[in-house]
């Protein structure tokens, strides 16, 4: 792969000033100092550096750490803009970053992600009267976090190791081993960047506990309407929302009232709102957006979507059911799937 510049991480969005001196605590947001002196120096590639991968047993695989060409533009160019709102129909509080990530780095980003990050593709059953149905989620997913009531030990910015252990938010002791019927996975170092970076931004207060994870793989792959308005989420829930890779259609609708739908202007039957979120794009939903509107990303007709799309979810989960949950619908139980760089698919690694 060729050397880099620094210039070249930062086209073409206006950026933030390139800090003088940069830290070179192992923070994974931090780069080498070596490397970063001067904007017109070239920086190693990822493959020139050794980064120990992270590891830990609810893994199934070790998780690379971002290479630094990637941790720089997430750290420094991130926004890429500065967010409109979107608030002007009733109950909709949207914050638009377009981009929130600069091209440079989403394109590697989503590469690095969808190269190094274990998928599933979950079936489960659900229960109507004596019927059961079983569905196949259309998409990949997977998940890493967990509630505000456990949180894992280690030392603060020092990454996954295999050592980090749930304990207990309030007596700072080992969770009881049946507190959870799922195995909480910690948040890796290259989705726990952008997580810090996210709530910098905002800059509100907001904090996530929870990164969900979806891969678009084709224009079949799609998630159908709804809200993510779980009680475990707590009241008014911030949900920040970032594309990587191709562009899909995100549409909203307000929910139809609960009684007989007479305002037109709320019953669900008019036409969407779409926004079509391209790499880079980050929505936030705020307020009383997951209360009154519903949301997908619809199948594209064709199929092909050329490169696949990946959806990344920040989220923060007040109870242990949030973490059962997630596990339960972006985990499951079954094997998991691994990106073939050759083949140019997923691949299922075990049944
Ligand atoms: O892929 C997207 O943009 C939306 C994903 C989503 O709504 C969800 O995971 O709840
Ligand atoms: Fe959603």
Redesign the pocket.
Known sequence: MPKRTLDAFFKPAAQPPIPKKLKSSPDPSSPPPSKTKYATETIKDASEEELPPESHPAYPFSIAKLPSHVSVGLSFATPAKQPRVINGQPHLNLLYYEPYIPQPTAKEYFHFLRRELPFYRVRYTIKRGPTETVVNTP?Y?TVFGVDITSYFSGIKGEGVDKNNALLDSKTNQPIKPDKYKCTPRPIPGCLDLLRRRVEEALADGTTYNFV?V?Y?SSGDDS?SY?S?DERFLGANPN?A?L?LGAK?D?LMKHKPPPSAAKDTSLSGGDKPLKIP?ATGDM?VMRGETQANWL???PKRKGGETGQG?I?I?LRKAIVPGGTENYYRYNVGDGGFYRWDDKGKEMVCQNV
């Open positions: 998409r997913t969900l979806n678009y998630i709804h993510d949900i929302s594309t899909r995100f979120l929505i949301h997908s990303i799309r959806n979810t």
